[in-house]
């Protein structure tokens, strides 16, 4: 069984950092694309940052040049990392998974195959 657990969520101050954590099992580590969605109240489900077993990324408009995603083979784990977290970012953000082999813009509009449980990010001014 696929499994996704977001981690990492919390309070910061506008311009701060957060890195998010993303620990999957139940799948070989391979031919996936991993990406982190965020939702924040009464906006639509938007796809922040993806990532494929073959090592390309992509970002959204509203965080390119701020968020890095990465991901760490030997423990099956992809990252987010936030620098210069704005007011806007605010939002509960999750982690899915897609083994398609779709392209992230498919999988990032039509949804992921697997989905875990959110993780809150606040940022206060």
């Known amino acids: 069984e696929v499994q996704l657990q977001a981690s990492g969520g919390g309070l910061v101050q506008a311009g701060g950092s957060l890195r998010l954590s993303c620990a999957t099992s139940?799948?070989?580590?391979?031919?996936?694309?991993i990406g982190w969605f965020r939702q924040a109240p009464g906006k639509q489900r938007e796809g922040v940052a993806g990532i494929t077993s073959d090592g390309d990324r992509y970002y959204g408009e509203s965080v390119r040049g701020r968020f890095t995603i990465s991901s760490d083979n030997a423990k099956k784990t992809v990252y987010l990392q936030m620098n210069n977290l704005k007011l806007e970012d605010t939002a509960v953000y999750y982690c899915?998974?897609?083994?398609?082999?779709?392209?992230?813009?498919?999988?990032?509009?039509?949804?992921?195959?697997?989905w875990g449980k959110g993780t809150q990010v606040t940022v206060s001014s």
């Open positions: 899915a998974a897609d083994f398609t082999g779709s392209t992230w813009y498919y999988v990032s509009h039509a949804g992921m195959q697997h």
């Open positions: 139940g799948f070989t580590f391979d031919g996936y694309t």
